[in-house]
T-cell receptor, first 110, second 114 residues
Framework: GQNIDQPTEMTATEGAIVQINCTYQ??????LFWYQQHAGEAPTFLSY????GLEEKGRFSSFLSRSKGYSYLLLKELQMKDSASYLC???????????FGQGTTLQVKP | SAVISQKPSRDICQRGTSLTIQCQVD?????MFWYRQQPGQSLTLIAT?????????ESGFVIDKFPISRPNLTFSTLTVSNMSPEDSSIYLC???????????FGQGTRLTVV
């Protein structure tokens, strides 16, 4: 079956670092994606991991361990505008479809 | 990534009627998908829109309720048929160029069925 788990809510302080974890169990896994979604808007792409290890892109980094079925998104130097929902999604099979987790709502406080 | 224009952006419909949502991509894309997002929830895949053939539906979704067309590599439609209030949701189309590329999304259609 397909299963992707991530925490429902997180709270962090402006300027701090926050790590959002995601575990997945997906047939035909071919990559792990992170998206940011502000209320009322479409998801926007943040990062993609297909090999084990860390991918860094500015204030955002994403890590993948395929053997453990585990990924995390790391956000540094948090800003108020980072308050949003963060969606973990796994690529499944050769059709290109993505299976999404339930999303983590991050609230950044002053 | 390419840009998807999705319309309508929102609609209020009477139960029992049908609504067709359109997505136009500004360049050819290999893959297109349709998702549903209930308020406060994540994205649930409805189906993969296959160019020139019948869509591939996920468990719990059927062609009679959600007919999909994809006549070419830049355009797709999703129809929500015989609507009920339970169909009230945001519907999003998505495209991907390949397995090693990200998915990008239209702006969504907020549907309310009364």
């Amino acid at each position: 079956g397909q299963n992707i788990d991530q925490p429902t809510e997180m709270t962090a302080t402006e300027g701090a670092i926050v790590q959002i974890n995601c575990t997945y169990q997906t047939s035909g896994f071919n990559g792990l994606f992170w998206y940011q979604q502000h209320a009322g808007e479409a998801p926007t792409f943040l990062s993609y991991n297909v090999l084990d290890g860390l991918e860094e892109k500015g204030r955002f980094s994403s890590f993948l361990s395929r053997s453990k079925g585990y990924s995390y998104l790391l956000l540094k130097e948090l800003q108020m505008k980072d308050s949003a929902s963060y969606l973990c999604a796994a690529g499944s099979g050769n059709t290109g479809k993505l299976i999404f987790g339930q999303g983590t709502t991050l609230q950044v406080k002053p | 990534s390419a840009v998807i224009s999705q319309k309508p952006s929102r609609d209020i419909c009477q139960r029992g009627t049908s609504l067709t949502i359109q997505c136009q991509v500004d360049s050819q894309v290999t893959m297109m998908f349709w998702y549903r997002q209930q308020p406060g929830q994540s994205l649930t895949l409805i189906a993969t829109a296959n160019q020139g053939s019948e869509a591939t539906y996920e468990s719990g979704f059927v062609i009679d309720k959600f007919p999909i067309s994809r006549p070419n590599l830049t355009f797709s439609t999703l129809t929500v048929s015989n609507m009920s209030p339970e169909d009230s949701s945001i519907y999003l189309c998505s495209g991907r160029q390949g397995l090693n590329t990200e998915a990008f999304f239209g702006q969504g259609t907020r549907l309310t069925v009364v």
